[in-house]
């Protein structure tokens, strides 16, 4: 659960519980320098409120899709909806790059190259990832899918798995 929704939830158990009378079934009127400009019927009951609370929706949370990592030196990749985070040299450099990926799930693989800036200056970024079983040689666990990427002329190799 989303920390939104959850501020929401408490929201409206303290405003049930806080509320005496939140049924109002009558004309108000809007009053503007001592005049009346306006009369208008209000009426919210308790089921209406926590209705259009929930419908509130939560922004477009960026969900990872694919997760990739290596060993010698430690790497890690992260795919987004829209954008990928490329984390190398055990964390010392990174690269996050804002763009569509929509084509990971490829039967065939996934190719991609682009340039980006890395180091204050522009070099090429290569992701491959193969359809083919792994182990990651870092945690021992058994991955779907072989990764190599190449940044500033060095090459990162490792496995990834998708985010169910």
Same mark, same amino acid.
């Given at each position: ?17 806080? @509320?005496? !009378?939140?049924? #109002?079934? #009558?004309?108000?009127?809007?009053? !503007? ?8 019927? %209000?009426?919210? #009951? ?5 209705? &259009? ?15 990739? #990592? ?7 990749? &992260? ?5 990928? /985070? ?12 804002? !763009? &569509? ?13 682009? *340039? *980006?800036?890395?180091?204050?200056? !522009? ?10 079983? @792994? ?7 058994? &991955?779907? /899918? %072989? *990764? ?17």
């Amino acid at each position: 659960m989303s920390m939104h929704k959850l501020h929401i939830i408490i929201f409206t158990a303290f405003f049930i519980s806080a @509320c005496t !009378q939140i049924n #109002s079934n #009558s004309e108000k009127a809007i009053i !503007q320098g001592g005049d009346t400009i306006a009369d208008i019927d %209000v009426s919210l #009951s308790k089921f209406d409120a926590i209705e &259009e609370l929930a419908a509130i929706e939560d922004p477009k949370e960026n969900k990872i899709t694919f997760k990739a #990592s290596g060993i010698e030196p430690g790497w890690f990749a &992260e795919f987004y909806d829209n954008k990928l /985070r490329l984390v190398v040299e055990y964390g010392k450099d990174s690269v996050i790059l804002n !763009q &569509e990926f929509t084509d990971l799930k490829n039967e065939k693989g996934f190719t991609f190259t682009n *340039v *980006v800036k890395f180091h204050n200056q !522009q070099t090429n970024l290569k992701f491959s990832i193969v359809n083919k079983p @792994c182990v990651n040689p870092g945690n021992g666990n058994k &991955e779907d /899918r %072989v *990764v190599t990427v190449e940044l500033n002329k060095k090459i990162y190799k490792g496995c990834g798995y998708f985010i169910k």
